[in-house]
């Protein structure tokens, strides 16, 4: 009777010895990662608030009156609308191609859609000066019908496109690769359309995946600096995004206004996490990658 | 074979709508330019554009840009490797917070970040204010850098670790102490070699990320010639002179490490499925 | 004839997954495409379909006498369920079966009580109907195959497709099931093909079944016939419980170990090596010699659990090892023991040549 028992208590102690660090260890390396955490992520993100309200709520929102500052969160909106839809269009039809369909080329056309996060933002921005600026391939026929791009709205929504342009693909590409085809044969054989087959199956079984890579390329569309400041050309008023605002802002020692901006965009940041792990809370396989 | 009998392979539709409007879309917004940088660049003498990429000011900046970058994803590495442990393996108050909040860097536009670093590291910041006195310069140096560097990349190591961190079994662990190992030997012989393809994929994705920021740094940097000028700050001062040229051919430099790095990342992660699926 | 498939090939590279396989299935009738993995029976069922197409050349597709080859799978009204039924989870049961109603052209679209009435039919004859709400996440297996069988049913196909529709659950349900698909076909006679690996899935519950084999088709028939003829060692090996007794051809008899066996199949005057395929059931035992046909051998164990013996046992000649099954009431009056020598008489035997491959 006693033989089995002991071996039995044995394991257990061993099961606990094996997975189980002691407490003193447990407790230092829970303080360390957390202080580091602290160090890089609390801190900074605590500094924003702080700073934005350091002279108090009528300073802060007096931030957001200023006309510069409205036509800049304009200017943000305009482009995330422009830039986000773009790139989950592209998105969808990319990840249908490439789930769907066998053909040669496919996991080269799965890197070059990456691309974009390779590159520096700077060089984002500067790729579409040498096409469209007024030294750019592009730049004298411009010139001559009087369009532009460069230093304008049109430049700072390539530039957006640019670097949010895999969020949405790269999202979608290894979620649909994983549900396989099965449900849409099913669809065509009860005898729906394309349309109705994506609209009605497809759609619906990668909604999740979808809002995802919509919320984080937002996120990056709303917030990107570099390649927006190289394209920009800095004109109050005209082509400042916030990102740029708060630079200025910053730059003319308006810290106070220059936090308030960057506090919305905290929060942006804030509300975007909030979404992705509520997604990945209500949904763990919407998250592609690790379906 | 041609695109065409695939499609005939497959009995749903819109194969050559989507794939056809993905590769323009592809090509106008991201080939196309980016082959611009090179072609640009192809038009240059070699000696001008060898003076272009490599002048004093500009290896100065490789030098600050490369090390910076490696010395972020190597505190990265350790620490990421450290905070997925945490998160996977021990249990403390707020944990699912500090899980969703280790994205912040992915989500926090880089301005936002660059200014808030710089005001708690300047002498009168939150941390700059106890550094001072140490005789530490955080702000507006080489250190300054590094600090906006970590940040921006922190997230890589702890997401390509973690998942891997939960799938293995702690029966691993179970079967190398009922073997007699130490628990420091289990640790070292047993868990780690698992994590080093993820460790090393998050790394190289965190170097990446680092070499090319810009928005995060230039606050925080100081920007001196020599000192603690970036790569990319290099490139928009020259475009800034109208010297074209000279700022295309640093970003080719650039392009070439990072696509380099790409490739290094995509056999890395290549090698670390093979070793998740054995 | 309800199905016909005419000289249907199928490459994938280098790999021949169908081999210029002609099929015809008569109207109403059930029937089953078994075989290994990889005979190509699931990518046959797919062609069918129109999910799958064949190699270009003479190969035809016909439902009822109307070729569909070229008929893209939306229009073949052909009823498919899936192996892993490939329901839609953000769909009820109710409307996963209202689909292919719902999605059809406005002008053959059946009103929205005509749409409800016919699928409550279908969840009774599926014996759903209580489930109708439910969304497939919150079934049993057994339960999605059924909803997936009411949902292809609901267009009212031509015929019915069935991949593996047993292989996802566990043995007590697969065994129930099975059962109720027997019944189901008796009561709406839809022409219905299905995939299995399965022998005594496709035995059990087909009118006929066919035999596939490195993409052809190895032997078709009943499944008496199949049981009773089969047509080649394959067969025999596939359906399994079969023993194996190496010997030779001679003048049209069998020469095992010395001794002489008359062969139930022909087998030609040709003096060559042979292999014997002899059934548990179809060798007896004794405890003298018979005379000619009997081959000596000793027991090795005797395992009575069940309803029948299971004797096993190794030849004194050549040490090979065979099977034997006996009657309880047999076996009762041999009483035979494990260790003891003893005579075996071979009976039925289906002799092959040697070279014949399996």
């Not at chain 1, 986000?84 to 789930?99: D, E, H, K, Q």
């Not at chain 2, 323009?24 to 196309?32: K, W």
């Amino acid at each position: 009777m006693a033989g089995p028992a002991i071996s039995r208590l044995n394991r257990t102690v061993t099961a606990r010895h094996a997975t189980h660090d002691p407490a003193w260890v447990q407790w230092t390396l829970t303080a360390v990662a957390l202080l580091f955490l602290t160090l890089f992520l609390f801190v900074p993100l605590a500094a924003v608030f702080t700073e934005a309200f350091r002279r108090g709520i009528g300073p802060y929102f007096d931030a957001f009156r200023n006309p510069d500052a409205i036509s800049a969160i304009q200017l943000t909106l305009t482009t995330a609308t422009i830039a986000v839809p773009l790139n989950l269009v592209f998105g969808v039809a990319a990840s249908w191609a490439i789930a769907k369909f066998n053909f040669p080329g496919k996991s080269l056309l799965i890197t070059l859609i990456d691309l974009p996060f390779a590159v520096s933002p700077v060089i984002s921005g500067l790729i579409y000066v040498l096409l469209f600026g007024a030294q750019g391939w592009f730049g004298p026929w411009l010139a001559e019908h009087d369009i532009r791009i460069i230093f304008a709205v049109p430049g700072i929504v390539l530039a957006t496109i640019f670097v949010t342009f895999p969020f949405v693909a790269r999202e979608l590409i290894p979620l649909m690769q994983s549900q396989g085809n099965d449900d849409e044969y099913a669809a065509i054989t009860l005898g729906a359309s394309g349309w109705q087959t994506f609209w009605r199956v497809t759609l619906p079984n990668i909604k999740w995946g979808l809002f995802y890579g919509v919320i984080l390329c937002n996120a990056r569309a709303m917030g990107e600096f570099g390649a927006v400041s190289v394209v920009s050309g800095h004109i109050r008023g005209q082509t400042n995004t916030m990102p740029l605002h708060i630079e200025i802002l910053y730059n003319e020692y308006n810290f106070v206004a220059a936090f308030a901006v960057a506090s919305l965009l905290a929060l942006l940041a804030l509300v975007t996490l909030a979404l992705k792990t509520w997604i990945e809370w209500k949904n763990p396989a919407a998250h592609g990658a690790e379906a | 074979m041609s695109a065409f009998t695939f499609k005939e392979q497959n009995p749903l539709p819109g194969f050559r709508l989507t794939l056809g409007f993905a590769v323009l879309y592809l090509g106008l917004i991201v080939l196309v330019p980016l082959s611009a940088a090179f072609l640009k660049t192809a038009t240059m003498t070699w000696p001008a554009f060898w003076s272009a990429v490599a002048s004093p000011r500009v290896l100065a900046s490789y030098r600050i840009s490369f090390g910076a970058a490696l010395l972020a994803a190597a505190i990265n590495a350790v620490f990421g490797l450290l905070v997925a442990w945490v998160l996977v393996r021990y249990r403390f108050p707020f944990k699912k917070l500090v899980d969703a909040m280790v994205d912040l860097p992915f989500a926090l536009p880089t301005a936002v970040a660059g200014i808030a670093l710089a005001a708690i590291y300047s002498k009168n910041g939150w941390i700059g204010r106890w550094l001072e006195p140490l005789g530490i310069k955080a702000a507006f140096s080489e250190l300054g850098i590094l600090i906006a560097l970590t940040f921006i990349s922190l997230p890589f190591v702890v997401r390509t670790v973690q998942p891997v961190l939960e799938d293995l079994e702690s029966e691993l662990e179970e079967a190398a102490v009922s073997l007699g190992a130490s628990r420091w030997q289990a640790f070292r012989r047993v868990l780690l070699p698992p994590l080093y393809p993820p460790l090393l994929t998050g790394f190289a994705l965190a170097f990446a990320r680092a070499l090319g920021e810009y928005g995060s740094v230039v606050f925080i940097a100081g920007n001196m010639p020599m000192r603690t000028e970036i790569t990319p700050l290099l490139i928009i001062t020259k475009l800034e002179q109208y010297d074209y040229q000279g700022a295309t051919a640093i970003a080719v430099v650039m392009l070439t490490a990072s696509f380099a790095l790409l490739l290094v990342i995509n056999l890395l992660q290549k090698w670390s499925q093979q070793r998740t699926r054995g | 004839m309800s199905v016909e498939v005419r000289n249907i090939t199928k490459r994938f590279g280098k790999f021949v997954a169908l081999d210029n396989v002609s099929l015809r299935v008569n109207s109403g009738e059930l029937v089953a495409l078994l075989g290994p993995s990889g005979s190509g029976k699931t990518t046959l069922l797919r062609i069918i379909a129109g999910l799958e197409f064949p190699d270009p050349g003479s190969a035809q597709v016909l439902f009822y006498n109307e070729d569909v080859t070229n008929l893209p799978a939306s229009q073949r009204k052909a009823g498919f369920a899936f192996q892993h039924y490939a329901l839609f989870r953000h769909m009820t049961v109710f409307e996963n079966v209202a689909f292919g109603l719902r999605v059809r052209p406005r002008d053959k679209r059946p009103a929205e009580p005509e749409i409800r009435s016919r699928v409550a039919k279908l969840l009774q004859l599926v014996q759903l109907e209580p489930l109708a709400q439910r969304f497939p996440s919150q079934l049993s297996g057994g339960q999605r195959q059924r909803v997936a069988l009411a949902r292809a049913l609901a267009v009212e196909p031509k015929v019915l497709l069935l991949d593996e529709p047993f292989g996802a659950l566990d043995a007590q349900v697969r065994k129930e099931l099975r059962r109720w698909l027997r019944r189901l076909h008796d009561e709406i006679h839809v022409t219905t093909l299905f995939v299995t690996h399965d022998q005594e899935e496709a035995l059990e519950v087909a009118d006929r079944v066919a035999i596939m084999r490195e993409g052809r088709i190895e032997q078709m028939g009943t499944p008496e016939e199949i049981y009773e003829h089969p047509a080649s060692p394959f067969i025999l090996n596939f359906l399994g419980n079969v023993n194996l007794f190496q010997g030779r051809i001679h003048e049209g008899r069998v020469v095992i170990g010395g001794a002489e066996f008359q062969a139930t199949n022909h087998v030609g005057e040709s003096n060559s090596g042979a292999v014997a395929y002899v059934r548990p059931h179809d060798i007896r035992l004794t405890r003298e010699r018979t005379g000619q046909s009997s081959l000596a051998a000793r027991i090795l164990r005797v395992n009575a659990a069940g309803p029948v013996v299971q004797v096993e046992l190794e030849r004194l000649d050549d040490h090979s090892q065979f099977g034997v099954q006996l009657s309880k009431e047999f076996s009762r009056q041999l009483n035979p023991q494990a260790g003891e020598q003893v005579f075996v008489e071979l009976q039925n035997l289906r002799v092959f040549a040697e070279d014949y491959s399996i």
